[in-house]
């Protein structure tokens, strides 16, 4: 099946430090990806759309300002959480798709700010 | 807009004993339906998936789901589970008019947990 690749897996830094998270379809081209948050124990929550070569599609109540996301290529979406806060850590979690298929995710990404 | 409705947030089975997991669903158009797992610290894995055609779809690790559209459900149902399946279970709906490449509405997730 398709594979899709998030890098890195964990990553632990201070609080105010900028981090970014790499999604990348390894063996097809992703027209579109998402980018999901899941709390402990919950559901995963749609934080954005992003197509290919165009602005990302936040959800309501996401500030587009704190978490950035790039679609530079069809098998690349990049996720950087600006000036992160204890707040911000959670599990992010990409998925990539493109017509007709479904969604294929990542393994997931643990931001934990100290 | 679409909502998912995962009645259970856990269900504990005894290996190889069968099980369901209920998924109820409320939307004003037709949607396509799915069933994902999750192990710990992972993303997720796709199951399986409705989009037309015969209302028994059959997935990957033993499972199935049948669509029901007048009780709008799509309950997950293995035979005979085992260890292996302990995990995380979402069930979620997307537009069918937007096609698969649509966001995905996800439920809040059922925790499945096999015993020995």
């Known amino acids: 099946g398709a594979v899709v690749s998030q890098h890195p897996s964990r990553v632990i830094c201070k609080s105010g430090t900028s981090v970014k998270i790499e999604c990348r379809s390894l063996d097809f081209q992703a027209t579109t990806m998402f980018w999901y948050r899941q709390f402990p124990k919950q559901s995963l929550m749609l934080m954005a759309t992003?197509?290919?070569?165009?602005?990302?599609?936040?959800e309501q109540g996401v500030e587009k300002d704190k978490f950035l996301i790039n679609h530079a290529s069809l098998t690349l979406s990049t996720l950087t959480v600006t000036s992160a806060h204890p707040e911000d850590s959670s599990f992010y979690i990409c998925?990539?798709?493109?017509?007709?298929?479904?969604?294929?995710f990542g393994d997931g990404t643990r931001l934990s700010i100290l | 807009a679409q909502s998912v409705t995962q009645l259970d947030s856990q269900v504990p089975v005894f290996e190889e004993a069968p099980v369901e997991l209920r998924c109820n669903y409320s939307s004003s158009v037709s949607v396509y339906l799915f069933w994902y797992v999750q192990y710990p610290n992972q993303g997720l894995q796709l199951l399986l998936k409705y989009l037309s055609g015969s209302t028994l779809v059959k997935g990957i690790n033993g499972f199935e789901a049948e669509f029901n559209k007048s009780q709008t459900s799509f309950h997950l149902r293995k035979p005979s589970v085992h260890i292996s399946d302990t995990a995380e279970y979402f069930c979620?709906?997307?537009?069918?008019?937007?096609?698969?490449?649509?966001?995905?509405?996800f439920g809040t997730g059922t925790r499945l947990q096999v015993t020995l």
């Open positions: 992003s197509n290919e070569g165009s602005k990302a599609t936040y």
């Open positions: 998925s990539a798709t493109r017509a007709n298929q479904p969604q294929h």
């Open positions: 979620a709906v997307s537009d069918l008019g937007t096609g698969t490449a649509s966001k995905l509405t």
